[in-house]
Every structure is written in C-alpha cells, then in structure tokens.
C-alpha cells in the first residue's frame, strides 16, 4: 500500500507564509506527478501546483507568484511554499500522487498499472 502523510498547516495572519510537505511511502517505484489540490467549505475541490517527475511545474492562476511546488524525487516528498497567504488560500490542502508504480514489473506490464494517492488532507488557515 502507498500512504501520503501531509504536514505543515496551521494559522496564519494575512501575508504570512508556510511550508506544506507530503512524504509518500510505501511499495513505491516511481511517481509521475506530484501536487496540491484545496477545498475550501462549500466548495469543490481545485487544483493548486503539480510538478512532474522532471520537475515541470503548473500553478493555478490565483497562486502563481506567491506559491511554490518542489519535488525530492530520492525521498518522494513534494513541497509547497505559501508567501503572501490570503484569506481566500484558507482550505484543507491535499497531496496527490499520480501515475504511481508501484514496482518495476507494474513498470514494464503491458496493462497500464499506474495509480493515484490522495493525502488525508492538512488545514490551513489564514485569518487576522
């Protein structure tokens, strides 16, 4: 099985900053991408920042210039550093794995074998 433990939520006034990490553990051989989705109340949830296994980025339009995704492959943990927080950042955050194989033979199988992870999800708080 292949857990994703998220930390580094909290509260924090407007403008302020946190790190969120996600470590994915596990029968593990590679992982494609690595992200963040949000869900805030009442709300579906969306897409925050995804880099790939190369380290290509994607960034929602309403983070880009304050937030920032990085990977360390070795470890499969992804970050997320949050500058200038709003309170509209305020949500549970989710780490996602996706196209995870688990082993070399899932690699090489003709069948497609990848699958995808979802976090338990780390609130975060922005608030005066």
């Known amino acids: 099985q292949v857990q994703l433990v998220e930390s580094g939520g909290g509260l924090v006034q407007p403008g302020g900053s946190l790190r969120l990490s996600c470590a994915a553990s596990?029968?593990?051989?590679?992982?494609?991408?690595m992200g963040w989705y949000r869900q805030a109340p009442e709300k579906q949830r969306e897409l925050v920042a995804t880099v790939n296994a190369i380290g290509s980025t994607n960034y929602a339009d309403s983070v880009k210039g304050r937030f920032t995704i990085s990977r360390d492959a070795a470890k499969n943990t992804v970050y997320l550093q949050m500058n200038n927080l709003k309170p509209e950042d305020t949500a549970v955050y989710y780490c996602?794995?996706?196209?995870?194989?688990?082993?070399?033979?899932?690699?090489?199988?003709?069948?497609?074998?990848?699958?995808?992870?979802w976090g338990q999800g780390t609130q975060v708080t922005v608030s005066s």
């Open positions: 596990g029968s593990i051989f590679s992982i494609n991408y």
């Open positions: 996602n794995a996706e196209g995870v194989y688990r082993s070399y033979r899932d690699y090489i199988n003709s069948e497609d074998r990848r699958q995808d992870y």
